[in-house]
């Protein structure tokens, strides 16, 4: 039995109710790309974001909210199962499918869910409902903040600063997708995939290696040095805060074409078949890099689909493998502490060159 | 009645008041800093605030705070007992709309300070912990003061805050008497020295209320715009946030002069108020320059180094011999000798032995979570390990399951009331909860001239890259300084990032004197005093030196001052690791009485490495019969 109330925590990132637009953001088109690909393709391994501070970091992810398309569900399932993936169903969904029932579907949007750095362990996972166990005297699950992420966007500000036992169970739960509960007399499971969305300062501090490796994308971020640019961004920031409700209305027809962007490229990029080049390229790169695991390499062909898709093109082009390679190979590189023998670009461009010359 | 020192009242502190009254003018200014030396007037300037606007209290968060307190928690036991969930706001919750005050925040904890500084930027914050999940509105203006003595807060830290004061030393002999004549008038009748200021103050709150109205209205004219992002750019502030604070803050100045438009004083008086702390980047990529221009010096050096070896190779000892015992021409020596650098090379690494004695931390609360030692932690943070009847008070960490299962059996004779299980206190059982424990480690590094000896710091180098990378597995902080010529330089305060440390290793330079005593001195008082002190409880000084001290601070001669300094602070709470980099012959042995006089333990470089050790072994176990 599973406890419902706490699955609907509201969501409210904003000033005055209103979160600001992604499109009023100057610049900072890399982590902007990044974030969309992600939606797009959910199973590239979700975004970090490197970089100094102040440079709109939290403010861009926390935009994507107002942008992100709804998903077909199953009705009821706190879960919010998805009606296509019986893979990765809960339980209760799963055994209707197998009965042959037809389970009635709902459209929700998708949601950032945000994981502060002092959760505690029982809430990110899940555990016993006190409540439930007190007032009746039965054992019931009362989910946590994994439960809430599944089919969602999770998110962790500053996220080299997390606790390590709250990081193995990020770790546990994105391996496998599914959270294993066995606490408190509780003995309990549940699909949880989830986009894992990082934000960080390098300067206080690393991520833990196995934690890099999870995300499929990596962005530097760095602050605008020139001072137009610049006071641009300061003006509409100014902007927003004078009136958030007026701002955003400003911004609403760029809000409408990038999420019309984004539920056209969900429609193509099933369609756009990894070719052989594609393929071919990014074995080469990996190879030539001497990256071990096979990830780099499949993610660089989804990033490189998922850009294309976003372009509205069925065809994966130069241009979208140039622009996977510099999002997903850095941050796999090094393997050492301290290796500084870095990402050397020029001879992935020379690779990539090489394959596309043709076009 | 309001019973604190009004705020007209207040002699001198003029850019202090200016900042607070823009922060009381507007809202998107969240934090505001004031740091200045005990007694400079800061918690009474932050306290008097309360007297000008309406309806706002003051609210002060104290230093050892926890979580629950601060985000709220369930009341557990009330919980237990009627079945309900009832959620007890924290001090966040409570201070929304109003203003909280930190004191010496600079000695607060790391996560604490993180909540509350993000809190204040972001206005809300989304609360996970037992049991409840919320997101809590809290929107605050977030005053904090500290003593820089005390210890200094990160450059990310100090971005978080908007504004930022330094209450100024009055040296002015007439307004230090006339501070004197106040403060004494207002301690022996307040409510006359309140009442000789009331018409200042009920104007001042009317100019308040009017900026306030303006606020919104006030315009930057867009030359005056780009004059504040090049004036960012210009001093290097990373990230956005300074050039917002000083836009905001130039508005809150014309709107508090009554204007409609911010002007070029608004923005050079706003600009000492919101840049000042955040320009010190600035700094760090001057020397990040001379970091590289050091590296050229360094390609030169290499080249002279490379000449110049064989004549220290035969020569070393003697020169050094001789630079010890000319006490008198030390300064000379220092100078001489520095013109001299030299920069080496990190040199070959090793996997390391297991060299801090893991097995003695004791278990303290408070600590930094690490991957070194396991601890029980005593507040209520960490793994929930096991669970025990709750000693003396309770902690309102209660273990859920087991308390059920005491309470169950003795359900058939109690009287529920309603509820399916009666609990009473006696079933009552707390959380135990283990965490791992971090370790602040610093590396305390003798780059004296003796350290270049036949190329010892190439050694050296290595062996503390070793230390690094076996620190960054195990997730301690780590710190670097290093000592020579006529002082020690901290060239890396105590951070989770070795990488950091890595990068500076190549480019210390080695050569000048050997000041000991001032290195020993100065990285104890780091680790002892201000936030390092409270930050975690394990902390470590490696000193890598042949301990050949020769730079006295005092008159008495350095090898007296090293023992008496080392006994002085051996046992103190700091554990001493030294490592003996001492080569050729004779063999003086200082390191080894000084690890004596520290109570530390002590190793040959050589030693360190898990590959050595293991043959140093078999060397004497093949020795054996």
């Known amino acids: 039995m599973v406890c419902e109330k706490w699955l609907f925590r509201k969501e409210i990132m904003t000033v005055g109710g209103v979160t600001y637009p992604f499109s009023a953001i100057v610049g900072q088109q890399d982590m902007k790309d990044a974030l969309l690909a992600n939606i797009v393709c959910p199973s590239l391994g979700g975004v970090l974001i490197r970089g100094e501070k102040g440079t709109a970091k939290s403010t861009t992810v926390r935009a994507v909210v107002d942008l992100l398309p709804e998903r077909e569900v199953i009705k009821g399932c706190i879960f919010h199962c998805g009606i296509e993936d019986t893979r990765s169903m809960c339980d209760s969904c799963r055994e209707l499918i197998t009965q042959g029932k037809k389970p009635d579907s709902e459209f929700i949007r998708m949601r950032v869910v945000e994981l502060p750095l002092c959760a505690t362990e029982d809430r990110v996972a899940g555990t016993l409902d006190i409540e439930h166990a007190i007032t009746r005297g039965l054992k019931k699950f009362e989910p946590g903040v994994l439960a809430m992420a599944n089919g969602n966007i999770l998110y962790v500000d500053e996220i080299n600063l997390l606790d390590d036992h709250i990081v193995d169970l990020l770790l546990d739960a994105a391996a496998m997708g599914v959270n294993f509960v066995e606490r408190e007399g509780i003995s309990y499971a549940h699909p949880a995939r989830f986009l894992l969305v990082g934000t960080m300062n390098p300067e206080e501090g690393d991520l833990r290696p196995q934690l890099l490796d999870r995300f499929g994308l990596v962005v530097d971020v760095n602050g605008e040095k020139d001072s137009k640019v610049r006071s641009e961004i300061i003006k509409r920031r100014l902007e927003f805060e004078k009136d958030p409700a007026a701002f955003s209305v400003l911004y609403e027809r760029e809000q409408e074409a990038i999420r019309n962007q984004i539920i056209k490229a969900k429609e193509i990029i099933s369609e756009i078949k990894p070719d052989e080049r594609l393929i071919d390229t990014a074995v080469a790169i990996s190879l030539s890099l001497g990256v071990d695991g096979h990830r780099a390499d499949i993610t660089l062909v989804k990033a490189a689909r998922a850009f294309a898709a976003l372009d509205g093109r069925e065809e994966v082009c130069k241009g979208d493998v140039i622009k996977a390679a510099g999002l997903c190979l850095p941050h796999r590189m090094r393997r050492r502490p301290f290796d500084e023998s870095g990402f050397d670009s020029a001879a992935v461009h020379g690779i990539i060159e090489s394959y596309y010359q043709a076009s | ?625």
């Open chain 2, 1 to 625: 009645m309001n019973r604190n020192f009004p705020f007209t009242g207040i002699a001198g502190h003029d850019h202090v008041k200016e900042a607070l009254l823009c922060a009381l003018v507007c809202d998107t200014i969240h934090s505001l800093l004031i740091i200045g030396s005990p007694g400079t007037a800061k918690s009474t300037l932050v306290r008097s605030v309360e007297a000008l606007v309406e309806g706002k209290k003051v609210i002060t968060i104290p230093q050892n705070i926890t979580y629950d307190r601060l985000m709220g928690t369930i009341n557990l036991e009330l919980a237990m007992k009627s079945g309900s969930i009832e959620f007890s706001p924290g001090i966040l919750s409570q201070g929304n709309n109003h203003i909280l005050y930190v004191d010496d925040i600079n000695r607060m904890d790391e996560g604490t300070l993180q909540c509350i500084l993000t809190t204040s930027q972001n206005g809300q914050y989304v609360l996970e912990r037992e049991g409840l999940s919320r997101v809590i509105i809290s929107r605050f203006t977030l005053l904090a003061s500290m003593d820089p003595q005390e210890g200094s807060l990160s450059s990310t830290h100090m971005d978080l805050f908007d504004l930022c004061v330094r209450t100024d030393r009055t040296c002015d002999i007439q307004t230090r008497a006339e501070i004197i004549n106040r403060v004494l008038f207002f301690e022996q009748s307040p409510d006359e020295f309140i009442c000789a200021y009331e018409k200042e103050t009920e104007d001042l709150k009317t100019l308040l209320i009017k900026a306030r109205e303006r606020f919104p209205y006030v315009t930057i004219p867009e030359g005056h715009l780009d004059l504040i992002t090049s004036l960012c750019i210009e001093l290097g502030v990373e990230g956005y946030r300074g050039d917002l604070a000083l836009a905001r803050t130039a508005k809150a100045l014309a709107a508090l002069n009554q204007r409609d438009e911010v002007i070029f004083d608004d923005i050079k008086r706003a600009a000492i108020l919101t840049l000042e702390h955040r320009r010190h980047e600035c700094q760090s990529t001057s020397q990040q320059q001379s970091n590289s221009h050091s590296r050229d010096k360094e390609r030169e050096s290499d080249k002279n180094d490379r000449s110049s070896e064989n004549q220290h190779d035969t020569s070393g000892i003697s020169n050094y011999q001789r630079e010890t015992r000319s006490g008198e021409n030390q300064k000379t020596e220092t100078f001489s000798s520095s013109a001299h650098e030299m920069y080496f090379d990190i040199g070959k690494t090793f996997e390391v032995i297991r060299y801090l004695d893991e097995e003695s931390w004791r278990a303290t609360h408070k600590q930094k979570t690490g991957r070194r030692s396991r601890v029980i932690s005593l507040d209520s943070s960490g793994h929930y390990r096991s669970f025990r009847f709750p000693g003396g008070k309770c902690r309102n960490d209660i273990a859920i399951a087991p308390t059920l299962r005491a309470a169950a059996l003795h359900q058939h004779m109690r009287d529920r009331n309603g509820v399916v299980i009666s609990v009473k206190k006696s079933d009552l059982r707390e959380k135990v909860r283990e965490k791992k424990v971090a370790h602040t480690i610093l590396f305390l590094l003798d780059a004296s001239g003796s350290m270049g000896v036949q190329r010892r710091m190439v050694a050296v180098k290595g062996a503390i890259m070793s230390l690094l990378t076996d620190a960054y597995l195990k997730r301690d902080r780590v710190g670097l300084m290093i000592f020579r010529g006529s002082h020690a330089d901290l060239l890396l305060p105590p951070t989770r990032s070795p990488e950091l440390a890595a990068k500076m290793l190549k480019s210390i330079p080695t050569g000048g004197t050997t000041p000991l005593v001032q290195g020993l001195t100065d990285a104890y008082l780091l680790l002892t005093r201000g936030k390092y002190a409270l930050a975690s409880e394990n902390k470590t000084i490696v000193l890598l030196s042949d301990g050949r001290g020769n730079v006295a601070c005092t008159n008495k001669s350095p090898d007296a001052e090293i023992t008496e300094v080392a006994r002085k602070i051996a046992g103190t709470g700091v554990k001493f690791i030294i490592v003996d980099t001492e080569v050729g012959f004779p063999r003086l042995g200082k390191a080894r009485i000084l690890a004596d006089d520290l109570k530390g333990s002590y190793f040959r470089l050589e030693n360190l490495s898990v590959q050595r050790f293991a043959d140093s072994i078999k060397e004497m176990t093949n020795l054996m019969p």
